[in-house]
């Protein structure tokens, strides 16, 4: 959005170098089809531009050679500096820029560039910064006024495209619910069709006709002829005889992207026959009973003491209300048309705020939505307490980020504190708390912090933060004064908020009260509605259980019921519904003989494990180990050898001499074993701790050496093999070779 302001503030830049006139703002340069100018240096001119004259090309050639200084530019939309009220069409454009963080006039500094080693300022601004104000619903003509000075003489060049201007003026700027009367074959008639300022809808093109019609559609020229050769048409549909077509907002939003065009194109219908072409949003069920049907920027009439009952869709964006007097209190919400104010019926109750002699409401889309959750059609169902008769507008609320994901603290609610509060972000609205005292309370024994900033997205110990409040034991309450409350005035973000982190260790409960005395209706004094203010969470996937409803999702849910002395009582639910952790997997390798610790257990082999854990507020996810062991490596020896049972049998020989065999040390250990041999020789058995030995009783690795006669046995008994326990491998194998110079049978057996 900047850049589009920077369109405007070229345009205003182009005009400024204009003629030579222009000496105030009540006599400014306008800006023409083609514009060439000398200016002179330590001039000071006023301009005026407007944003149908885009596209716009602007070059300043300074008389200097390399110079150094751009032409300095202040934007305004009125020559006398902060009174706007002499056109209301100016208010769209003041809230976009006070969204934008701009404050009125506007400063602008040219680009620089060097063209064959000359120093120019240019600015080039396409129609795509034009067509990006239908997104806020600005589809009037936007007139500026510029005082540019230039610290240097040069020659400017301006080049305004005056061609949209004749589009919007020769065509038809089709607005939803527009029906379009269209001649037989009449290929001359051209509408504007402002895709950008309808993405968010279902839009429907009905045809009422006779005879089939097709609906041409093209970018970046209005006269064009419709036919498929034409380079600007980028689309057409075609509609039978009453019937209709669908855009949902990908399809616009694809024109949008795809397209040259920023999301303004042009159509043109032809029939064999005349017609007419409606188009309006995707129809909503039946509204219930008489009600009245509320549309943004149309306004409606209320009289004093007005008992209609209103409606308007449960799909609407962040919506404001605004009424041109102070007589307007409240407005009261209902699922059904059948409620009186403070009935059972009515899900909440919203109090107008004042704005001069004016009255204001915004609801969030986060609001609706929590309202539309007990919406039992379309439509939520209001009525609204006046006591002078006014004109009521509703239109779009364009709302922060910083608002939309925040929570509101209004004076007097009671917020629930935990441990994990400190990952919301709360607002307060300046204006509810400017002038006044305010009392903070916490009602437990243990330390509470609240961070008081100028922005959302901050932390515990960032700049922003204007005031930290911390109570304890000793010191439960805490009074901040107005003095220091107005000082924050000049620290607000532009949709007029602080900000509140609120931070403790325990769960308790922290109020903050404003001083500001309760509002009274003008024409006397009035019953001030009693509210208490509840805060919960849930994990996703869990309910909440309140008033005999079911929650799931995140809002703020309201009760109205009468209190004790005959005025509202209204308890309003905020519900935090933390978002879902995913379900994690980890997958692990480690060699062979090591562990792995996983949150808090050891794991020695392979396999999947999986636990439920607890995530940072608290709510359960699964988490799952994918945990392999390698195999254990095959030693050398190992290789080498061939595993000699306890129990066995082996036919020997002189040649045998040569083969390794390795014994398991603790299955030999368990009992002994008994070696029985069978040759009518000797049989000379070396065990080592190593495959590599010779058959010599003093080898450097022999750890044993037994003879079994001939036709003999010899036991290895427990008290034999014992010492012997030292000399075992990593594997846990003792290793042996047999000497015979006569063949027999070796028979293993166990000892007990």
């Known amino acids: 959005m900047k850049k589009l302001f920077s369109t405007l503030f070229v345009v205003l830049f182009a005009t400024s170098m204009m003629a030579q006139t222009g000496l105030s703002c009540e006599d400014p340069i306008p800006v023409d089809n083609s514009y060439t100018a000398h200016v002179n240096a330590d001039d000071e001119l006023w301009y005026t531009a407007s944003t149908w004259d885009l596209p716009l090309h602007v070059y300043f050639s300074p008389d200097v050679d390399n110079s150094t200084w751009s032409p ?38 040219c680009d620089k560039v060097v063209r064959d080693g000359k120093v120019e300022w240019d600015l080039s601004i396409d129609e795509r910064y034009r067509d990006q104000l239908t997104e806020y619903g600005l589809t009037h003509d936007i007139q500026a006024f510029v005082k540019v000075y230039f610290p240097d003489g040069g020659e400017i060049r301006l080049t305004p495209d005056p061609t949209f201007q004749d589009c919007m003026e020769n065509g038809h700027y089709a607005k939803l619910s527009d029906t379009i009367e269209i001649a037989a074959n009449d290929s001359n008639k051209m509408i504007v069709l402002p895709y950008s300022e309808w993405k968010d809808e279902d839009v429907r093109f009905v045809w009422v006709g006779e005879q089939p019609a097709r609906v041409w559609v093209a970018e970046d020229e209005c006269q064009f002829t419709p036919v498929d050769a034409s380079v600007y048409v980028k689309a057409k549909y075609d ?98 048309p059948e409620f009186e104010p403070g009935d059972a019926n009515v899900i909440s109750k919203y109090a107008f705020s004042k704005d001069g002699n ?69 607002r307060m609205n300046y204006e509810d708390w400017a002038g006044y ?219 045998d001499a040569f083969d390794i065999y390795r014994i398991d040390y603790q299955a030999w250990l368990a009992s002994g074993v008994n070696l029985v041999w069978t040759g009518k020789g000797a049989l000379h058995t070396f065990v080592a701790k190593d495959c590599e030995f010779a058959v010599a009783i003093y080898h450097k690795d022999v750890v044993n050496y037994t003879e079994v006669p001939a036709e003999g046995n010899v036991i290895l008994s427990k008290a034999i093999l014992a010492p012997l326990a030292q000399y075992v491998d990593a594997d846990g194998y003792l290793y042996v070779r047999f000497l015979t110079e006569l063949e027999g049978q070796l028979t293993t057996a166990l000892a007990e």
């Not at 008769?389 to 609610?413: R, Y």
């Open 72 to 109: 300095e530019v202040q934007i305004d939309f009125t020559c006398q500096y902060g009174d706007y009220s002499h056109d209301h069409k100016l208010d769209s454009v003041i809230n976009i820029l006070k969204m934008l963080g701009l404050t009125l006039p506007v400063e602008f500094m």
């Open 239 to 336: 509609l039978d005889a009453n019937t209709n077509k669908v855009l949902t907002p990908a399809d616009m939003q694809a024109a949008i992207d795809n397209w040259i065009g920023a999301g303004v194109f042009y159509g043109k219908v032809l029939s064999e026959a005349p017609g007419k072409l409606v188009i309006e949003r995707i129809p909503l069920g039946a509204i219930q009973g008489d009600a009245i049907l509320l549309k943004h920027g149309e306004s409606v009439q209320l009289q004093a003491n007005d008992n209609r009952v209103f409606c308007f869709p449960k799909t609407w964006k962040s919506t404001e209300f605004l009424a041109n007097t102070q007589y307007l209190m409240a407005m009261h919400v209902s699922n059904t």
């Open 358 to 426: 004016k009255r204001e409401l915004q609801l969030s889309k986060g609001d609706i939505t929590a309202l539309g959750a007990s919406a039992t059609d379309d439509y939520l169902y209001v009525r609204f307490v006046c006591n002078k008769s006014t004109s009521l507008t509703p239109s779009l609320w364009n709302v922060s980020s910083c608002v939309a994901n925040t929570i509101l603290i209004q004076s007097g609610e009671i917020i629930a504190v935990n441990s994990s509060s400190d990952k919301l972000v709360y």
């Open 437 to 655: 005292n305010f009392t903070t309370t916490w009602d437990v024994n243990t330390t509470f912090s609240a961070y008081i900033a100028h922005t959302c997205g901050f932390v515990t110990t960032d700049p922003s933060i204007l005031k930290t409040i911390v109570l304890n034991r000793r010191r439960p309450s805490l009074e901040v004064t107005s003095t220091e409350v107005d000082s924050w005035a000049t620290d607000l973000d532009e949709a007029g908020y602080l900000y509140l982190r609120l931070v403790s260790s325990e769960k308790g409960n922290a109020t903050f009260t404003s001083a500001k005395p309760a509002e009274t209706d003008p024409e006397g004094p009035v019953l001030d509605p009693v509210y208490t203010y509840e805060t919960a969470t849930v994990c996703f996937g869990d309910t909440y259980e309140w008033n005999g409803q079911t929650y799931s999702e995140t809002g703020k849910y309201t009760y109205t019921t009468v209190a004790a002395n005959g005025a509202d009582s209204i308890v309003t639910l905020t519900l935090t519904v933390y978002p879902q952790t995913p379900a994690t997997t980890e997958k692990v390798e480690i060699p062979f003989g090591e562990t792995y610790e996983w949150n808090g257990t050891v794991y020695t082999e392979s396999g999947e494990y999986t636990i439920t854990l607890q995530d940072e507020n608290g709510c359960d996810y699964q988490a799952t180990l994918l945990l392999t062991v390698e195999e254990k490596p095959v030693s050398p020896c190992v290789a080498a050898s061939t595993l000699l049972e306890p129990v066995a049998q082996l036919t020997l020989n002189l040649s």
